[in-house]
């Protein structure tokens, strides 16, 4: 038995392509908070760097998951794969996780509680939920398969 895919409709691109971009720049502030970057770090006051270098190793690979799962989810939604909605399901409970840690269980209020800093990390949330149902009603369409 062969499966039928639906014809990809031209915003899946559109929305794939932003949201691979938007991924990168997850991947990129994980990726130089970890390799503990001087130039990236740099930006940060001493509280927030004690704050990230500090992060317990389960609440580290959280937001690994957050970050890898949600680039690897819009990876598999442009290659129209059913697996995507698994995925960004994945990448945003495990981003809640840890920001249940960061925000609910830690001082990380206090540390980088700013506004902006809230709102950017709303913001991740909204997108990371936006995509998981985009996906999800893109393999109820029949196009991820």
Do not use: C
């Amino acid at each position: 038995m062969t499966e039928t895919r639906a014809s990809t409709p031209r915003h899946l691109w559109v929305i794939g392509i932003v949201a691979f971009l938007w991924s990168l720049m997850g991947a990129m502030d994980y990726v130089m908070t970890q390799t503990r970057n001087e130039a990236y770090m740099a930006n940060f006051t001493p509280e927030q760097l004690s704050f990230f270098y500090g992060l317990p190793s389960l609440i580290v690979a959280s937001w690994a998951i957050a970050v890898w799962g949600g680039l690897l989810g819009v990876i598999l939604l442009l290659l129209r794969k059913s697996l995507a909605v698994w995925v960004l399901l994945a990448s945003f409970v495990a981003m809640v996780i840890t920001a249940i840690h960061n925000y609910g269980l830690s001082n990380g209020m206090e540390v980088v509680g700013d506004p902006f800093s809230l709102g950017f990390t709303a913001l991740i949330f909204v997108v990371s939920l936006a995509l998981f149902l985009y996906a999800r009603t893109m393999q109820k369409r029949g196009v991820l398969v």
